[in-house]
């Protein structure tokens, strides 16, 4: 069974950065697409970034374009999101997610329903 396990997570400024981790317990992860979710309190959960299963093709959410960055080292089963410029309405636990299938390789899918598995989450707190 994969598991998922986030890090990079805490207490920052506005302004401020960060970067978070996945790393993936699976032999495969270089077959499947990655992405990055989160969940405010009392929000629904919402889709940020994700990349493609080779790293060449990426999306990312309106509100954090220019500010964040996906990447993903396959070599190490991980998955990084560098997030700049960090503002109180960043906050939230940060969710790794792992592709429910092999997509196209070009093909970076950004909807919950297409990941099959997920981290813990990891809480990322934005002070002003």
């Known amino acids: 069974q994969v598991q998922l396990v986030e890090s990079g997570g805490g207490l920052v400024n506005a302004g401020g950065s960060l970067r978070l981790s996945c790393a993936d317990s699976?032999?495969?992860?270089?077959?499947?697409?990655m992405g990055w979710f989160r969940q405010a309190p009392g929000k629904e959960r919402e889709f940020v970034l994700a990349?493609?299963?080779?790293?060449?093709?990426?999306d990312y959410a309106d509100s954090v374009k220019c500010r964040f960055t996906i990447s993903r080292d396959n070599a190490k089963n991980t998955v990084y999101q560098q997030m700049n410029s960090l503002k109180p309405e960043d906050t939230a636990v940060y969710s790794c997610?792992?592709?429910?299938?092999?997509?196209?390789?070009?093909?970076?899918?950004?909807?919950?329903?297409?990941?099959?598995?997920w981290g813990q989450g990891t809480q990322v707190t934005v002070s002003s």
């Open positions: 997610a792992r592709a429910s299938r092999t997509y196209y390789y070009a093909t970076v899918p950004t909807r919950p329903t297409d990941f099959g598995s």
């Open positions: 699976g032999r495969t992860f270089s077959s499947y697409a």
């Open positions: 990349i493609s299963r080779g790293g060449g093709y990426t």
